[in-house]
Each structure stands twice: as C-alpha cells, then as structure tokens.
C-alpha cells in the first residue's frame, strides 16, 4: 500500500486554471475524500492522480517516487468510476478476473483471486451469475470487486455511490468503510456528498475553486470550518451567519450584535471596525425566553425526531434544529441562544475564520 | 384547482401486479405525496391520472369528472419529470411560453408575455429569461422544466421525483420553493419520491405504498408518530427505526408483540446499567456532520442511535438502554397497540 502526495500541483485548461499551486498528503491506509461542488477541481485532481491528465506544473508521489509523468497503467493504481461498465455477457467471477486475465496471470490462480475477494464483498453466492440479472447494488459490489482483486497500491474513486438513491448510497457508505477497514488500502474518493465524505473519510480536503479552502478530520471540519465557504458546504441546513459590524481583539469573550451581548469562544485574532459574520449551526440553537437575541417563527419543517424553525432576526433569517416535541407557532416571538463553544465567527469581507483560542479537545459533549 | 379522485384502480404489466386495488384522494388545495421503494407502483399511480395509463379496473377523477377515458391532453393535469427536457435551442422565454403557444390554446401574445414573466419571477428565474436553455445551471434547467408546468394554470400538477437529479444543496432549496410556490397557488399536487425528507418536509398527506397496495395515508406526522405495521415505520426517520425482537428488551410490551420498534427518541442511555436494565455494546461512532450515529449492539441485534458528535464512548463501552414509549408490532409486522 502506499502514501500520495501531491506538490504544488497546478491544471490549467487554456484561460481556465482548474487546480492551483495544491498541496495534499494522503496517508498509507488512509480513507481520503475530497469534497466540493461541480467545477472545484476534485476530479481533475483525481485524474491527474490517475495519470488521465497531466498537470501543467507540479509533482505526484507514490510512495516517495515521482510517477507525475508516468501512464496510467505503470502507476499501480485502481481508478472506479461513477458508472459502472461491467461486460454484461459475462458472468460475475469473469467479471471480476478480466483484469487478471489481461496481466496473463494462471488460470487457477485468477480463479483464487476472484472467489477471494468475492468472498469479501460478501458476493461469493452469485460468482456464475451473469452481471445483467443482478441488482444495483451487487452491480455495483462487483466493479469494485474488479478494482480490488489487482491489489494495486491506491484506489481513485470518482463519485462511485452518485447514481444510487438515498437510502442506498448510506448502505453502501458503511459497505465501502467496512471494505476499507478490512483491505487497509490508501483510498482517494472524490464526492459532492458531505454525507458521504463524513461518514467514510478519515480526512476530507475541502475545495473551491481549484483551491483547497480546508484540509482536517471530518469532526474538524464540521466543529472549525475555516471560512464561510466551508461553514455553508457542511452540514444540513448549512450554518447560519449573522452579518454584524464590530471590531474585536485578542482575548474577547463576546461580540455585540445590535446592542445585545452574545459570548463567542475566546478569540485569538483582532479586526479592526468591519463586518463580521458570527457563525452558528441550526443543530446548536435553543429557544429560551432568557436569550437577548429575539426573532419571529416563519415557518417550521417537521424531519420526525427533529424540526427545522426558520426564524427571522435583524440579522437575517436563522434555522435551528429542535425537538419536533416542542410546540412552535408561526408568527411568535422567540429567543435564540446558542451553545457558546460551538460558534464561529468570520471576516465578512474575505470569508476567512478568525482564530480561537479553545481548542478542540477543550469541548466536552 | 381541482381534487385528483382514483377507486378502485388496478394495474398489471403481464404478469406484474403494479397496482392493486388504489383508493386515493387528493383533496384540492392539497400537497400529497407519494412515497415509497422502487417498484412500489409510485410512478404508474401518476401515469394513471396524467392518462398516460389506462387502468386494467377502477375509475379516475379529476374535479369531480370522470377522467378514466379521457386521453391525457383532456385531462387539464400538467406532468413534470425526472428529467427534464427543454428545447435546448430556444430562450428560456420561448421554453417557458412553449404550452401556452400550442394551437389547441390559443392565448394572446401579450397574455403569453405576462403569464411568462409572473412564473418566471415566482421561480427566481425572470433575469434569465433571454437565456438560452443550455447556458444554464441544472438546478436553473429544472426550474425552467417545472415553470413550464406552472404557467398553464392546469386543475393539478403531477411530479415525477423532480428533484432527484439534482445535486444535495440545490434540492434542499427547490423543495422549500416548490413547498411556497405551491402554497402560494392553493395548486392541488400530487408528488413522487422516495426521498424521505422531500415527503416529510413539503406534504400535506403522505401515501406509501408497497407493492402496488396503498399502506397508510396520513399527514407525516401521523406516518412517523403512528405508523400502522413495520415497514410504514422504516419508511420514515433518520436513522431508521430500530426493530428489536421482544425477548432481547426489558420492556413492558402488550401481548401479541413480537417485534420492538425504538426511534431514537425512544431510547433512553443510562451510563451505569443496574439489573435488569438492557445493556447495549457501543461499537461504533460514526460522524454525518449535522448528526452522530452511535451504532450498539444489543444481544445479536445491531441498533442506532442519535447522539452528540463529542460524547467520549469508546469501542466496547456497556451502555443501559431504557425504552419510552416505542412502538410494538406483532409477528406480521401489525402495529400492536396498547399495554
């Protein structure tokens, strides 16, 4: 198995630049996902992992040698698509050898490799079936069968569960992290899914633009987004941002929002008179009738366990995530207090995250 | 506005029971929602009112006139796919004005302009209207694909999981816009998905059905609190509802009872299980961001909970488990009340 690194790696298609100047480790063994919208760069990235593209500028490392100019099939890399092709005269053990085959590897030996790790993803049963009676799922099992059964040192996945409906991609989410904990392979696999991202990866690269706005653990992510970019792509609904002027200073405890005093963790960071965007998740708002920061009840959406309340303050409307066992009217007035440790706040301006001093070990749940 | 009427209807293809015997009203004003797997008839139910069907027995109405005979382009019902199919060539004015321009219609040209413009401005669509359709965005394309149903002010809107090609922020955003622009019409709809959060968060009623046979019908409310055997109860929540067989569970259950079913606010952790408490194994935690899954396992049962993304429980940790209120349902999976 192996470490990939990538070095100041730079795409730029004519006039559009796709990449810029990235710079990412992805561990050995690690479950690696890069996350953003359509067009931030993550599948270029991944391709040029591959060797489907080559950078304009820039070095990949697999496991400490430089293969940035090497083809694709010298980089001993798996690379699974978001369509699936399977040959579909064929049975699924076929499917499942037919790259072994085209190495030339003995017979008997294919045919070890392919019922091993057929056993693996738990379709041992359905090895002389043809692929074109099986359902989605096992489909989708069996392509991944002909990624693995090489062994290669690394797998690419592009958006692999994109095509599956909801209920099925978090099936097949907790399938590819089990498969991953068992086979231990360095996993690179490019989503627009924060769900997908967060319930795999060991770390998630951010990105934006063909830049990497923010590289951590998922926690990490989610609890220390480093801009409002971030802030807004995790989590559902996404992070209110309640757009204020103010300057603070290093050491500041609290933030003032039209006269009324709200306690933020202890800043690091100082900011001269400018707008600010004080950052809460919907999950981390409570109603009490104490709170200095009073809104109007917009509307609510029932979810079963929990209720999204749009409320609207002088700062822009807010959702909070509550208990659907709690009465809300449309129309009343309510306050909103927030878990203190839990908020961000931003530089309107430039969508960066000021620095805090707590850190992340300091929260308890 | 017109209530959308279906008794007694079935369907087969060949030997496939698609449908089986479908009493369903939506009233009008309403917003219903049709949930359900693949297969489970969602589909041909909509085929069947837009006319695009015919059904094999059973009658279909459409404010109060029988529509079962009728050819799809009488029945005044306006469809919207999965996919959405514009002229990829023309404005997106042009797309737009495309139904109100059929012969059949004949409605003036500055009606046409007007008409255009109000559901180009309800859809947030109106600075693009000079557009070409293909120098759009896909949530843009949708948008213009469900306008297109809007401006013929028909008795019923029909929508096949309009926004299932969607990506996951765009969705969010057009169903709270669909949810208001319905309201703000009183447009009668009849809407399919198998997304459980579309049907939770913008219908009036929600249908579920199984196999071609319509399960429960009720508000979500009633579907999630209520739900009449076990496999309505998996249709809703995140996580799913949790079925546990009686034995494995200290819990005070009516007679009859063969299955258990805890939602996670059922479910109730004590730190320090005493006897006679159900202990649970914590396995694992997995972080969805907005939600922490805690994963246990009870006896040979796997559960899952809801928790705080920053609670300390390790691999192998004993919980206790308490039960309030679940729900119990017996060997068939029929809700078993009482006790």
Known sequence: MAEIRIEELHKAFGDFTAVKRSNLTVGNGEFFAMLGPSGCGKTTTLRMIAGLELPTSGRILLDGE???????????????????ALYPHMTVRQNIAFPLKCQGMAAAEQRRRAADTARLLQIDHLLDQSVSRLSGGDRQRVALGRAIVREPKAFLMDEPLGALDAE?????????RALHDRVGATTVYVTHDQLEAMAMADKIAVMNQGLVEQYGTPQDIYDRPASMFVADFIGSPPMNFLRFNGAVAPGATSVRLNGCALAVPVLD????????????????????????LRGRVFGSEYLGTTQIVTVETNHGRVKARVPSDLAVRTGETVGLSFRTPRLSLFDAASGRALRMRAAAGAFNG | MAE??????????????????????????S??????????????????????????RGTVSIGGQDATALPPAARDVAFVFQQYSLYPHWTVFDNLAFPLRSPARRVPEDAIRRRVQ????????????????TRLSGGEMQRVAIGRALVRQPSAYL??????????KLRAELRLELKRIQQDLGATMLYVTHDQIEAMTMATHIGVLKEGRLVQFGTPRQIYENPVDSYVATRLGTPRINLLPVDAVHVRAPSGTAMVGARTEHIKLIERPVNGTTVGLVQRLEHLGDQSHLHMQVADNKIVILVDGHSPLKQGDPLGIELVQPLFFDADGRRVKGG
């Open chain 2, 159 to 168: 929508m096949d999981e309009p926004l299932s090609s969607l990506d996951a």
């Open chain 2, 31 to 56: 917003f219903v929602v049709l949930l359900g797997p693949t297969g489970a008839g969602k589909t041909t139910t909509l085929r069947l009112i837009a006319g695009l069907e015919q059904p094999d």
């Open chain 1, 168 to 176: 099925f991609r978090h099936l097949m989410c907790q399938e590819l």
């Open chain 2, 118 to 133: 109000e559901v180009a401005e309800l859809l947030h669509i109106a600075p693009k209207l000079q557009n070409k359709a």
């Open chain 1, 66 to 84: 430089d293969v940035t100019f090497r083809r694709a099939r010298e980089r001993d890399i798996a690379f699974v698509f978001q369509l699936f």
């Open chain 1, 269 to 292: 960071e100082a900011r001269a008179e400018s707008e600010l965007a004080l950052g809460v998740r919907p999950e981390h708002i409570e109603f009490s009738d104490a709170a200095a």
């Open chain 2, 4 to 29: 959308i009427r279906a008794h007694g209807v079935s369907k087969s293809f060949g030997p496939i029971a698609a449908l089986q015997d479908l009493d369903l009203t939506v009233e009008d004003g």
